[in-house]
C-alpha cells in the first residue's frame, strides 16, 4: 500500500502540476462535507483541519491495504477489487478538481499498477508455503525483510518525484505572485447575455476553458528564464525577455478561441479576455523580408504551427498573450506566453508555452499537425449549435426556448435561424458582442405539437455568407453542417 502510495505521489509531483490524489480525495471531501458539520469539526480541530483529514484518509488507506493483505491469503481476485474500489474513488477526486484533465488520472493509474505488482510479489511466497509450518517463521522473516526494502523504496521513489517536481511547483508559485501592469479584468459586456439559462456563459472561465495539447506533462516555465526569439526572414532579429515584452503596450480583447477538431455542436471552443502585445508591432520592429509569408511558431515543448503573416500584420488583434480573463496565463493554457490570432483555428495559430518565431515561407516549413492530414491554413468555419434543450430532452407542448452560441470570426454575426423539423427559417434574437472576434449567444421561442421533433440551426454572417448543410468532418480544415437536436414534446412534462 505504501509503495503505491509513493509511486502515485512522485507520479503526480513529476508530471503534473497538481497534489497527489490523497490531496484530491481530501479536497472532494471538504466539498461534499455540508457546511454545518464541517463548522463544527473546525471548531473542535481548529487549524489541524486539512492535515487531520489528509491523516485520517491515509490511515483509511493503509487500513485497507491491511484488508487486501489478509485477503491475499485466500484469493487473488478479493484484494483487486480492494485496489480497483480505492483507485476508482482516487480517480473521481482527480478527475472532478476544477480544470482536470485526462492525464491527472495517470498518477492513479501508477499506483494502482504498483499495489497489484508488490502484492502479488510479497504474498506469492506466503501463499505456496502456508502448508509448511516449518518454512513459516523463516518465510515470516523474508516477507518482513522485502516488504522493508520495498517501503524505503517507496521512501526513495517519493522524494525523488518532490525533487523532479519542485520545479514545477515553483512555476506555480511564481505565476500565483506575478503581477501584470496594466492588465484589467472587466466583467463581461452586459448585453452579451440573452438571458436564456443552459447556453454556455458568453465568458468562458479558465477553469471551464477547454484543453488541447500534445505534451503529457506540460511545460513549466518560469517567466524569468522565458525568451523569444523572432528570426528568419527579418532585418533585425530579436530576442525579448518576459520583461521586455511586458513592458510594452499592453492590448486587451475579447476573442474566442476554437478548435479544428470541434465537431458540429460540441464545446471545443471558448471566449476569453486575453491581454497582451499586438505581434504586429513586434513585427514592425524586426522589419520583414517580402518574400516571408508565414512565422513558423514553436513551443518550449517542441509542438510548432505555421501562421499566414497576413493575420499577424493585419488590423486584428494577434497577441502575444501574458494574461486570460484577468490573470496570468493558467500553466497548462500557454503560461508564461502564447499566442492568440482571432478568426484562426488554435492548430495553426495558438501556440502555448511559445518560445520562437522564425519568419519563413508556407513552402519551407512543416509544421506538427500539417505534417498529420490537416489543412495549411486554418480560417475559422462559420458555425452555430444548439445548447438549449439538450437533444433527447422532454419538453413540454407549445412555446419552447431554443439557444445557444454562433460564431463567424472578424466577419460577424448578422443572423441565426432554427428550423423545426425541416419547415421554415425562423429568425432568433441575438445578443450583442464587442467586436467580430467573439462568439454570439442567441435565443427564440418555437411552437411544438405533442410528439417527436427535429431543430436545426444555421447562421448567416455580416458578408451574407450563409452557413452550410453540408456534413463535412473535422478533418483537414474543421467541421460543417447544421447542429440538429431531437426532443420529444409531452404533455406532462
Ligand atoms: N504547445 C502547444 N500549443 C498548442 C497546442 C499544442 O498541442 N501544443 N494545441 C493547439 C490547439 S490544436 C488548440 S485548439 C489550442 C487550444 O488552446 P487551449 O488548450 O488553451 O484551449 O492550442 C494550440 N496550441
Ligand atoms: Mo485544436
Redesign the pocket.
Known sequence: MVVGLATSYATAMALTIRESPVVAVAELIIRITPGPVAERLIRLVGQLDKPLLILGILLFVLAMGAVAGVLARRSVLKPMLVWLVLAALGGTAVLVQPGASVIDILPVLVGFVTWLAVLSALAKPLVTERHHPELESRERRVFLMVAGVFGLAAIGIAGAGRVVGRGRRHVAESRRLLRLDGVTRPPAPANTAIGLPGVAPWQTPNDD???????ISV?AIEPMDWTLRIHGLVDRELTLTFNDLVSRQLTESWIT?????NPVGGD?V?NAWWSGIRIADLLEEVGLDPSADCILQT???G?N?ATPLSTLTDDRNALLAVAMNGKPLPI???FPV??IVPGL???V??????VDFEVTRFSEVAA??TERGWSEQGPVKIASRIDVPRSGEDVPVGDVNVGGLAWAQHIGIASVEVAVDGGAWQPAELARTPNADTWVQWALTVSLDEGEHELRVRAIDKDGLEQTGVRRDVVPDGATGWHTIEVRATQES
Not at 476553458?209 to 505534451?215: D, G, V
Open positions: 476553458f477547454y484543453l488541447i495539447h500534445t505534451a511545460p478561441l476554437n478548435c479544428v477538431s471545443l471558448g513551443s518550449e515543448d509542438w504551427c497548462e493554457h500557454g502564447r499566442t483555428y488554435g492548430y495559430s495558438a501556440t502555448k508555452w511559445v506538427f499537425w
